[in-house]
């Protein structure tokens, strides 16, 4: 059974960073895409970067130069680095993989985790 936990949520200050780690588990695959997704209540969920096996990396527009995403694959850990937070970052961020195919269509999703930036 795939289960994929976030942590590193919290409340800071504008122009303030936070770490984001996601610990999965139970994925076996050797190919993969993984990734993190925000939501705000009443809109829909935004992908904000994502990387697979090959080592592509994707980031949305309005975070590069301040998001990074990287992964230890030791310890089957997907991060999100993010400086320079502004309030409109403020979301519930998730943690997902897809089932192995590096397709980045998303079968795996943790509980999400809070992120909340005040001016």
């Known amino acids: 059974q795939v289960q994929l936990v976030e942590s590193g949520g919290g409340s800071v200050q504008s122009g303030g960073s936070l770490r984001l780690t996601c610990t999965y588990s139970g994925y076996t695959h050797n190919t993969y895409c993984m990734g993190w997704y925000r939501q705000v209540p009443g809109k829909a969920r935004e992908g904000v970067a994502a990387?697979?096996?090959?080592?592509?990396?994707k980031v949305i527009d309005s975070v590069k130069g301040r998001f990074a995403i990287s992964q230890d694959n030791v310890k089957n850990t997907l991060y999100l680095q993010m400086n320079s937070l502004t309030p409109e970052d403020t979301a519930m961020y998730y943690c997902?993989?897809?089932?192995?195919?590096?397709?980045?269509?998303?079968?795996?999703w943790g509980q999400g985790t809070q992120v909340t930036v005040s001016s």
């Open positions: 990387l697979d096996s090959d080592g592509n990396i």
């Open positions: 997902a993989a897809d089932n192995g195919d590096r397709s980045c269509v998303m079968d795996y």
